[in-house]
């Protein structure tokens, strides 16, 4: 039976997404979000160290993160450890996004230089909140920050449910429609025949960060619309997913 409305009662007693529209929605390859929504995240988790996070909101069928919710007032937070406030988190989304139409998409956080994909915790984590909120995807995108790596990177995934346990996939970031692309480290070429040439492609890459930068922090950023979970610990029964209502 099709039903004509987009949500019904699970067995929590929680609001969930009807299941036929679940089955129907497809996990996006792009994370797209909007310019005021990049530069928000710039300016909130891209300026601290790691891990803080925040929560992302916008529209299944399109894939766009149109806002954002920067989680201020952590449970709990170290630098190997971020655990949301989700009782605020949750006011959030009832309270300011829900009248709005915009629906949970997913929760962003920081990790140390040397890890940039979801760690396990990570997985297990998006694994109970699928499983909580019925949703057909959640954003998982991961972020280096400015005062641990001296610029803002951020790589994004997503997770969906595949036969019993958690697929994380891999996705390009489009903000504002232009496709951004993570600066990879330039390796130098030190034979004679290509001296010169290494050092005008670095002097040209070192333009290119400029620029960045300067696209990045001169985004216009609107009201911070903004939330996140912990790496470790977070697959616990008990935890993040299961206070999410």
């Known amino acids: 039976m099709v039903h004509s409305n987009s949500s019904s009662e699970n067995g ?6 009807d299941p036929l529209l679940v089955r129907q929605v497809q996990c996006p390859r792009q994370l797209r979000m909007t310019r005021q929504v990049f530069a928000a995240i710039c300016e909130t988790i891209g ?17 766009e993160v149109t ?25 959030v989304r009832r309270n300011q996004w829900k009248p709005l139409d915009v629906k ?27 499983e909580v909120l019925e949703v057909p995807y959640i954003l998982m995108p991961i972020v280096t920050t400015l005062v641990d790596t001296g610029s803002v990177t951020l790589y994004p995934f997503a997770a969906e449910l595949d036969e019993g346990g958690v697929r994380i996939i891999e996705q390009e970031l ?16 030190t034979t004679e025949d290509t001296t010169r040439n290494a050092a005008e492609d670095y002097l040209t890459a070192l333009k290119e960060l400029r620029m960045a930068a300067m696209f990045y922090y001169g985004l216009p950023c609107a009201g911070l619309l903004s939330g996140y979970h912990r790496r470790r610990g977070c697959g616990r029964r008990g935890g993040f997913a299961d206070e999410w209502d």
Request: hydrophobic residues 30%; charged residues 25%.
């Open 67 to 91: 806002h954002y919710f920067f989680d201020e007032t952590p449970r709990q937070k170290s630098r190997g450890m971020y655990a949301p406030n989700t009782d605020r988190l949750n006011e």
């Open 12 to 17: 929590r007693g929680n609001i969930a997404a």
């Open 174 to 189: 489009v903000v504002g429609g232009n496709l951004i692309r993570p600066v990879k480290p330039i390796v130098p070429d």
């Open 104 to 130: 949970f998409s997913g929760l962003i956080h920081s990790h140390p230089p040397s890890f940039r994909r979801p760690s396990r915790g990570d997985e297990d984590s998006a694994k109970l909140i699928l």
């Open 47 to 63: 300026t601290r160290r790691a891990e803080t996070g925040g929560m992302l909101g916008g529209d299944w069928q399109t894939g």
